[in-house]
């Protein structure tokens, strides 16, 4: 039986966050949810598999027969495991829910210290996208330079959180990461609008 069959088979709809058989809540925490490891490193596949499956055991219309509360409880269910599938399914947004979950939240609205080097990185990608115009060869090698950047603080954001467990670490890694998503959204921009 499934959490919210359970659920619904109360009626009453005043505990929704009454465990079902399989031991789940609506408390349960991302990984528990889909009943992956708590670890960085993920299966997309199962990921996705997982979320296709919880999405028809709770979908509200599975529920019309057995009343407003059983629906009510099913949408709950459903916004639930939406907003838990998007934040396991992006890596940043994963590695600063595990950062949490540990006890070490990432605070990037009030703790942006960042160390001096890539402070220093992140003025000369500022003043290269200033300097690159529309020159699209230099976009292009920008770009370039961002991703093999990213892609270098994902592997350190794994390794701290998966095999060293540094949540203070890693934390760091995922405000960098932040700058980074949000630098790669202003080069890919600028490649855009030469386009049209």
């Known amino acids: 039986m499934s959490v919210i069959a359970a659920v619904a088979a109360?009626?009453?709809?005043?505990?929704?966050?009454?465990?079902?058989?399989?031991?789940?809540?609506?408390?349960?925490?991302?990984?528990e949810l889909?009943?992956?490891?708590?670890r960085f490193?993920?299966?997309?596949?199962r990921l996705e598999a997982q979320w296709k499956s919880l999405q028809t055991q709770i979908h509200p219309d599975k529920f019309a027969a057995q009343g407003a509360a059983a629906q009510r409880l099913s949408m709950q269910w459903s916004v639930r495991v939406n907003e838990a599938y998007q934040r396991l399914r992006s890596p940043v947004a994963r590695g600063a829910y595990l950062?949490?979950?540990?006890?070490?939240?990432v605070r990037a609205e009030d703790n942006t210290a960042m160390p001096a080097a890539f402070?220093?990185?992140?003025?000369?990608?500022?003043e290269a996208l200033d300097d690159a115009g529309r020159d699209a060869d230099e976009l292009e090698r920008l770009?370039?330079?961002?991703?093999?950047?990213?892609?270098?603080?994902l592997l350190d954001l794994a390794q701290a959180l998966d095999e060293q467990q540094d949540a203070a670490q890693a934390a760091?890694?995922?405000?960098a990461?932040?700058?980074?998503?949000?630098f790669s959204r202003s080069v890919a921009q600028r490649l855009d609008d030469l386009d049209e």
Request: hydrophobic share 35%; charged share 20%; proline share 3%.
């Open 119 to 126: 402070l220093m990185q992140q003025m000369e990608w500022r």
């Open 172 to 175: 760091g890694c995922v405000r």
């Open 177 to 182: 990461l932040m700058f980074i998503e949000k």
């Open 99 to 105: 950062c949490e979950l540990r006890g070490h939240p």
């Open 41 to 45: 490193e993920l299966d997309a596949q």
């Open 143 to 153: 770009w370039a330079q961002t991703r093999a950047t990213q892609t270098q603080y």
């Open 34 to 38: 889909f009943g992956l490891p708590e």
């Open 10 to 31: 109360n009626r009453s709809g005043s505990d929704v966050s009454a465990a079902g058989s399989d031991g789940l809540s609506l408390q349960s925490n991302d990984f």
